[in-house]
């Protein structure tokens, strides 16, 4: 599956983004997806994923509460809903697809467990 992020940019701490990733391909459903960041000299940092079917999330524990997952299966289309944004959300956000069968912490956290992967898109919180 291709995958195609967008939505990133500069915005004040407090501040909200959505950021959007349309997959190609007609097995849209089946893949989880899931978001991951990378800030510069940081390693690469899981964010959020979600089910197939939608009604499983995961977040990683700094973004909980704050970023809302959720997707649309007719239009191919993950939303990653940004709120509160903090200086330290600054990174690189690419969206991924993973054909998993078991949706658990352990399976959707690491990026090995990701086959397909969109470019990345930038987001600034400044403070």
């Known amino acids: 599956v291709q995958l195609q992020a967008s939505g990133g940019g500069l915005v004040q701490a407090g501040g909200s983004l959505r950021l959007s990733c349309a997959a190609s391909?007609?097995?849209?459903?089946?893949?989880?997806m899931g978001w991951f960041r990378q800030a510069p000299g940081k390693e690469r940092e899981f964010v959020a994923a979600?089910?197939?079917?939608?009604?499983?999330?995961y977040y990683a524990d700094s973004v909980k509460g704050r970023f809302t997952l959720s997707r649309d299966n007719t239009k191919n289309t993950v939303y990653l809903q940004m709120n509160s944004l903090k200086p330290g959300d600054t990174a690189v956000y690419s969206c991924?697809?993973?054909?998993?069968?078991?949706?658990?912490?352990?399976?959707?956290?690491?990026?090995?467990?990701?086959?397909?992967w969109g470019q990345g898109t930038q987001v600034t919180v400044s403070s």
């Open positions: 991924a697809a993973a054909p998993l069968r078991f949706f658990t912490r352990y399976t959707v956290t690491p990026p090995d467990s990701y086959g397909d």
């Open positions: 391909g007609h097995t849209f459903s089946t893949y989880v």
């Open positions: 979600i089910s197939g079917s939608g009604l499983g999330t």
